[in-house]
């Protein structure tokens, strides 16, 4: 029972702490950029900038609903089954790669009830599109973890990271991995997370005035993107795994933060993608059809390996 409370406290640590400095370096990106020193009344560089925030948000006057906890819970909540290292991992199952998106489903059930509270239609109308550009993004990410699924015949996240103590599956599966980066830089897009820093200030795109409403969504943004970075590193590269004499946990940390930045520059070299016709093209005219390819090339090889040998 004490190790297991301890694994939260650990967890929560973890996420919590990754947040804060992800916060800390996207409105630094994002302030260099454009040009901005960023965070000029903060003596300290801007450390203590985002906490600062965080204590301005709670102490507004708001309007705080069930769904709302529900959505900060949730966000948090998809962390339960991720494997952080070889022995933090707070619940385990066979199939835990099927659960953790099962949550991540929740989740985007969860942003489609909340925001359905909005007595104004704009903001509903544009939250609505949002969200159903987050689900359409769902079908090139599912069919890519089936091919992953395919050449290593588990759905236990732990054991696809000890089947790549050799290979990395990025080696196998290339434009799995690229079109994961491309669905995770979308999602960026969707929240326009390097406009301003959405978790700690900047415009109000869903819910109205100010308080814990908002900050429990964008705190839900930024825990998205985070999840699908880990899965990511997970899936394709190696988590945990040793790195010659580097350690595994810190390869874990350098693959998220590589990625990380990866995908903050490109955001900040690209311009705003805020049509929703022109986000459903990409997704229904390039994600979708080469993750098909890719699966059905995955398909084949399959066949050709385990059913003919001829591989």
Same mark, same amino acid.
């Given at each position: ?13 973890? +996420?919590?702490?990754?947040?804060? +400095?992800?916060?800390? @370096?996207?409105?630094?990106i ?7 020193? #960023? ?15 965080? @204590?301005?948000?709670l102490?507004?006057d ?18 339960? @089954? ?10 385990? =199952?066979?199939n ?9 489903m929740?989740?985007f059930?969860?942003?489609v ?5 909005s007595?104004?239609?704009?903001? @509903? %109308? ?18 890519n ?16 990271? #000890? ?5 990395? %599956?990025?080696i196998?599966?290339p434009?799995? =991995? ?5 669905i ?7 929240? #326009? ?10 415009d ?12 429990a ?5 930024y825990?998205i ?24 946990n810190?390869m ?30 990409? %997704?229904l ?15 084949? =090889? ?6 003919y040998?001829?591989?």
């Amino acid at each position: 029972m004490v190790s297991i409370f301890l694994k939260v406290i650990y967890v929560f640590l973890i +996420v919590g702490i990754n947040l804060y +400095v992800g916060s800390y @370096f996207v409105n630094k990106i994002a302030g260099r950029t454009v040009y901005k020193r #960023g965070y000029t009344a903060i003596k300290d560089g801007g450390v203590s900038y985002p906490a600062f925030k965080i @204590f301005k948000y709670l102490e507004k006057d708001s309007k705080v609903g069930l769904w709302d906890f529900l959505l900060l819970l949730f966000s948090f909540f998809i962390w339960v @089954f991720i494997p952080f290292s070889n022995v933090l991992i707070l619940i385990r =199952f066979d199939n835990d790669l099927i659960i953790s998106l099962l949550f991540l489903m929740i989740l985007f059930f969860l942003f489609v009830i909340n925001n359905s509270k909005s007595k104004y239609s704009l903001i @509903f %109308n544009n939250i609505s599109r949002n969200v159903v550009m987050m689900f359409s993004f769902l079908i090139p990410l599912f069919l890519n973890i089936a091919s992953l699924v395919l050449i290593n015949r588990t759905l236990a996240l732990k054991e696809i990271i #000890g089947l790549q103590y050799r290979n990395w %599956n990025i080696i196998y599966q290339p434009l799995g =991995f690229l079109i994961f980066l491309c669905i995770i830089f979308l999602q960026v897009k969707i929240f #326009g997370l390097t406009k301003t820093d959405k978790l700690f200030y900047g415009d109000n795109w869903g819910i109205e005035g100010n308080g814990f409403a908002k900050l429990a969504l964008r705190i839900a943004n930024y825990n998205i993107v985070f999840f699908l970075i880990v899965l990511t590193v997970i899936l394709y590269l190696a988590g945990w795994q040793n790195f010659y004499f580097i350690n595994g946990n810190i390869m874990f940390l350098l693959k998220f933060y590589i990625i990380f930045f990866i995908i903050l520059l490109i955001d900040k070299a690209t311009p705003a993608i805020n049509y929703y016709k022109y986000l459903t093209a990409i %997704n229904l005219k390039f994600l979708t059809p080469i993750s098909v390819v890719n699966f059905i090339i995955t398909i084949v =090889f399959f066949m050709l390996r385990n059913v003919y040998s001829l591989i």
